[in-house]
């Protein structure tokens, strides 16, 4: 698969225990996506995947909540 424009959507820095918006474009000129997981490192406990809603060929998850 290939992924560009990965960014979360954010105006200032992120806090913990606040809701964000991640994109990214993810495409795959073989059999195609069926899933696409967004992995959240937080400074103070262990990492987690949130699966991202499709829409179109751009992958979103508007309610990652970035817990400690």
């Known amino acids: 698969p ?3 424009n990965a ?3 954010a105006t ?3 806090m913990i225990n606040t809701i ?3 994109n ?3 495409s795959d000129s073989g059999v195609g ?3 696409v997981l967004i992995q959240v490192d937080p400074p103070n406990s262990a990492p987690y995947n949130v699966t991202a809603q ?3 060929s751009e992958y979103y998850n508007s309610t990652t909540l970035l817990n400690q």
């Open 12 to 14: 200032s820095p992120v």
């Open 33 to 35: 996506i069926s899933t």
């Open 2 to 4: 290939t992924i560009s």
């Open 54 to 56: 499709n829409s179109g």
């Open 24 to 26: 990214a474009s993810v």
């Open 7 to 9: 960014k979360i959507n």
């Open 20 to 22: 964000v918006k991640i």
